[in-house]
C-alpha cells in the first residue's frame, strides 16, 4: 500500500503531512478521510456531557475544553488592546497580521515561550470588521478545527484563515472539520430532519428554520452545505453571483454565473444527470435569476438543455430548482427528478 505523502512542498501540505504522520495515519489508504473522521470523534467526546440544547454553549464548552481563548477585532483599537494583553504571543506587531489590506480573516497561535501563566494553551484572533462580520463565526469554527486536530505538543507558528484559504487541501479540510462544529449531527440532524418531515423535502425554509432552533451563527451557506447530507435525494447546491454588465451586450435583467457548487452522494446515477458546474452562466428563464429582487423562495421545474457552455446544450434532464434570493445573487438546490 502506498503511504501518503505531499503534493508538493507547500508550507500547507508539509503542515498536514507533519499531522497525519504525528496522528499515525500516513499509512492509511485515505488518510485525509481518516484524519477527518477522527477529528468528528474527538469533538463529539469532548461535549459528550455537554447538553445537546446549542451550537454557541457547546461551542463555548469545546474551547474549554481544548483551553483556547478567543479574541474579537471589532474596531482597530482592538488590535492594540490583543497586542497589549497578550504581548508574548506576537513575535511582530499584530496590526501586520490584520492590517487594513492583509486579507486575514482568523489567526491561531500556540502559547509562546515566556507565557506560561497565560490562561490558555490557544489564542483565537477573529477579525469581525466590515464585511469580515459575516464570515467571523465560521471562523472562529475553522481556527477551532485546526486546534482540533492538532497532536500534543505539535510546533507550529501560526494558521491564519482568508478568503483565499481553501485553495490548499489542509485548508479544504479544515473547512469541512468547521462545518461538522457549526452544524453538529447531535443537534442539527434531528432539527432538520423535523423541517423536511414539515416540508416534504430540503427546502431553504427548513434549513433557516433548523439553523435558528439550533442557535448557530454560521451562515446560511455553511448550513446548506451541512444539509445536503439530509437530503431525501441527490442534490446540488448552487452559488450564483451577479456578473458584470457586458457592454457590448444590451441586457437588461440580471446575468448571474455559477460560483459555488457542492453535492450530496454523487456516485448515484440521478446526480450523474445533472452537469450544471462552476463557472458556467445561468439561464436567463431559470429560477436563480428570476428570484432576484423576489421577497420568497422560488421553486420550478426546468429543462437542464437551457443550459449550455461554451455554445453547446447540456444534455436534457428534468431538473427541480429551489432559489433563494440574496445580495448579489442566488441560491439553489438542484434535484434531477427523471
Known sequence: MKPYSPRTDSPAERQLWAIVKNRGFAN???PLRRLHRYAVDRLQWLTRDEPAVSVRRYVRALSSKLRVRTEYIYRAEDVFRIQSDYKPWFRRQLFQEFGRDSGVDGL?????PGSKDAPCDYLVVVDARGERSRRAPFTLFHELA????????????SYRRSPYSSANRFERLIDRIASELAFDSRLFGPALKASIDVHGDLTFQGISEARRQIDSPASLLSACVAALD???????LVHAELMPPDPQVAQE???????VTRQ????TSALKKIAIRK???????SALVRAIGRKTDLCVHERQSTWNIRGLNLPDANLRVRARPIRNGSYGLISALD
Open 28 to 30: 492509511d489508504p485515505d
Open 108 to 112: 491561531v497561535l500556540p502559547r509562546q
Open 146 to 157: 485546526h486546534v482540533l486536530i492538532l497532536p500534543p505538543d505539535f510546533s507550529f507558528t
Open 230 to 236: 439530509y437530503a431525501n435525494k441527490p442534490t446540488l
Open 253 to 259: 435583467s440580471a446575468r448571474l454565473r455559477v460560483a
Open 264 to 267: 450530496f452522494n454523487s456516485s
Open 279 to 285: 463557472g458556467m452562466t445561468v439561464p436567463q428563464a
